[in-house]
């Protein structure tokens, strides 16, 4: 007697399983897009639409997620709260929302926030998803263009948007598709970063005001007025979870920005008309009897001095059904290699943490400066406009025209790291008055006196009057300590916990999911596990390292050529902000100026803001932009 089969018979395992294979595949044309695929199957009958709904099947929508986005971003900056399937499907749904209003270029600010931790998280997935499918560079450079004919979206008018547009053109950026852009359209970009750079002082470069090194400040404490910009506090809402985080500052993308633009177009054929004036090379200015820069310098400037780009690796597309869901890919944690979403992590910790100078213990803080990451051998550029100019537009207030020039300088150093370790007491921190820290010295106090021994820095410090000895510190993936040859627990945090102990950072954050209703998902519901057993809790070691130390220079090489300078400086615990002196090595060339160099490590470039220093702290100085990026490890300074 033949058995009656229906599509009630399979359980909810089987039909879930037959659901996940009939979205999934190895193509492009099946991995790309929402899974439209599911909509058939859900139209066969009551019976199976209850298996395999939204409503009722959230486990199979986060495979679905794991399936079409990048994962492993999350597994390591969120806890498990955060990456439920529950989590996950809304995070889907919420996504293709936004991926299907960028398609049809429909404007919407929180698509900008979707976009930007999308890249933040990209691996591969996330990337071709905004680009194939949604065609997020055309839509990028329509936004672009109407932000210079719209009032309301007006550049310069608000911060977060500008900042969200530029760091999307700096993710999405490559120099091939640059050299495709239109002439009109590309003139009017770089007006639009040009504008950026010479009002630099107007937005954020910084997540704390820079007069501040010991942070975070007492709860309580009244900030400062010095006139600078730090980004706002915004509330998305990820992976279902409401999150504050701050804004992403906008100084690092326009430089990265500009540069991308300058250094796609410089080739053979543009190298500059006068350096065939110059001496060929090194042994015939020697001979000559002249200095500066020779043919060499500048040919090795034009054509081998480009920042690394955000490139995105192949998508990887995981077709195999895995049974358990929180499984995630163990990661190498000792792994040099920064690209792909690892890149983004200390930017991320950055947003999500040091969005109040009061607060040292936010939730989700991680890592913000890995050791041993500025110590090497650095090549880039500064970006410079015309002191004169400069001075009318800050004077008179006025908007720089698309027409203003922003030139790009050489940038050449050679940077050493240097560690306080226990018992040792830190250096004292530089202090301008009662109120501020000194940062137009770089943190240090006047008087300071360095003394490079073997394997490590002698300290004096004027203020206490005693010596404390710095341990150098090498590259990443080198030893910490030559003498020991031993690298430090952990990552560098800020905080009092004690030398290899686990630091956790709990709080319990609000959910906003709704489980009958996924168009609803962006309201206040009822938070996910919201009790007092679980909690977030994210855990890093801490290194107990007490204060970074950073001394170098130009280089003999390149010192010759671009002007020889002694660089010294100091990075801040509470975000990673580094600021570096730049000192002219010549008594004689102290027309030059010192300098300092204010920014973070953003993947393999440090790039930020410089000034000069005669200005004081709390008025608008001479500045511009700047990034330099590893070209080898560090050398005996």
């Not at 400040?217 to 915004?234: H, M």
């Not at 358990?324 to 290699?337: A, S």
């Not at 519901?525 to 009790?531: E, K, L, V």
């Not at 990075?571 to 004689?588: F, M």
């Amino acid at each position: 007697m033949p058995l009656d089969f229906t599509v009630d018979n399979p359980s909810c395992e089987i039909w879930e399983r037959i659901a996940f294979y009939t979205v999934t595949g190895e193509s492009e044309e099946t991995f790309l897009g929402p899974p439209a695929e599911i909509c058939s199957l859900v139209l066969l009958c009551r019976a199976v639409y209850r298996q395999i709904s939204f409503q009722h099947n959230t486990h199979l929508y986060a495979r679905i997620f794991r399936y079409k986005f990048d994962f492993l971003a999350p597994a390591r900056r969120l806890s498990e709260r955060w990456r439920t399937t529950k989590c996950l499907a809304f995070e889907l749904i919420k996504r293709w929302k936004a991926l299907k209003r960028i398609k049809a270029t429909e404007l919407n600010v929180d698509d900008l926030w979707t976009a930007y931790l999308m890249m933040s998280e990209n691996d591969g997935k996330n990337s071709a998803q905004l680009l194939k499918y949604a065609g997020f560079d055309s839509y990028l450079q329509s936004l672009i263009i109407y932000r210079g004919t719209s009032l309301e979206l007006a550049w310069h008018r608000d911060h977060t948007v500008d900042s969200l547009v530029l760091w999307l053109l700096w993710q999405t950026s490559r120099r091939e598709s640059i050299k495709l852009e239109d002439w009109a359209y590309r003139q009017y970009l770089l007006g639009v970063l040009h504008s950026f750079i010479i009002t630099g002082y107007r937005h954020s470069s910084v997540y704390a005001l820079d007069c501040y090194f010991t942070l975070p400040l007492c709860t309580g404490s009244q900030l400062i007025d010095a006139g600078g910009v730090v980004p706002a506090r915004f509330g998305v809402v990820h992976y279902s979870h409401r999150l504050q985080i701050a804004a992403p500052v906008v100084a690092p993308a326009v430089v990265l920005s500009l540069t991308l633009q300058a250094d796609s177009f410089q080739d053979a054929s543009n190298i500059p008309p006068t350096a065939r004036n110059l001496p060929h090379d090194r042994a015939s200015a020697i001979a000559g009897g002249m200095s500066g820069p020779t043919l060499d310098d500048i040919v090795d400037f034009h054509l081998k001095n480009r920042v690394p780009t955000m490139e995105s690796s192949l998508p990887l597309l995981e077709t195999e059904y895995v049974e358990n869901l929180n499984v995630c890919e163990k990661e190498d944690e000792d792994d040099p290699d920064v690209r792909g979403s690892k890149s983004c992590d200390e930017d991320w910790y950055r947003m999500v943490a040091c969005h109040d100078p009061r607060d040292g213990d936010a939730p989700l803080r991680g890592v913000v400066y890995k050791l041993g990451s500025i110590a090497g051998s650095w090549a880039g550029r500064f970006q410079q406009t015309d002191l004169e100019l400069f001075t009318s537009l800050e004077s008179h207030r006025r908007p720089p025209s698309a027409t203003v020039s922003v030139r790009h300088r050489p940038l050449y150093w050679e940077l050493g790291e240097h560690h306080c370790l226990p018992p040792n007491e830190p250096l004292s921190p530089g202090v301008e008055d009662d109120s501020v820290e000194d940062v137009l010295n770089a943190w240090i106090p006047k008087g300071t006196i360095f003394r490079q021994r073997e394997d490590a820095l002698e300290v004096y410090d004027p203020t206490t009057g005693k010596t404390t000895r710095y341990e150098n510190a090498y590259s990443r993936d080198a030893a910490f300590s030559k003498p020991s040859g031993e690298k430090p627990s952990g990552p560098w945090i800020s905080g009092e916990e004690s030398d290899g102990a686990i630091a956790e950072t709990l709080a319990p954050r609000e959910s906003v999911f709704d489980a009958e209703n996924p168009d609803n998902s962006l309201g206040p519901t009822p938070s996910i596990d919201d009790d007092d057993v679980y909690e977030d809790t994210v855990s890093y070691l801490s290194s107990g390292v007490a204060d970074i130390l950073i001394t170098g220079k130009t280089g003999e090489h390149y010192g010759e050529a671009w002007g020889h300078f002694s660089i010294y400086g100091r990075v801040r615990a509470w975000d990673g902000l580094i600021v570096l002196l730049r000192v002219p090595s010549n008594p004689l060339e102290e027309h030059l100026g010192k300098w300092i160099f204010k920014g973070y490590l953003h993947g393999q470039n440090f790039v930020g803001r410089w000034r000069e220093t005669s200005t004081p702290w709390n008025s608008i100085g001479y500045e511009g932009g700047f990034v330099v990026y590893k070209t080898g490890a560090p050398r005996n300074l």
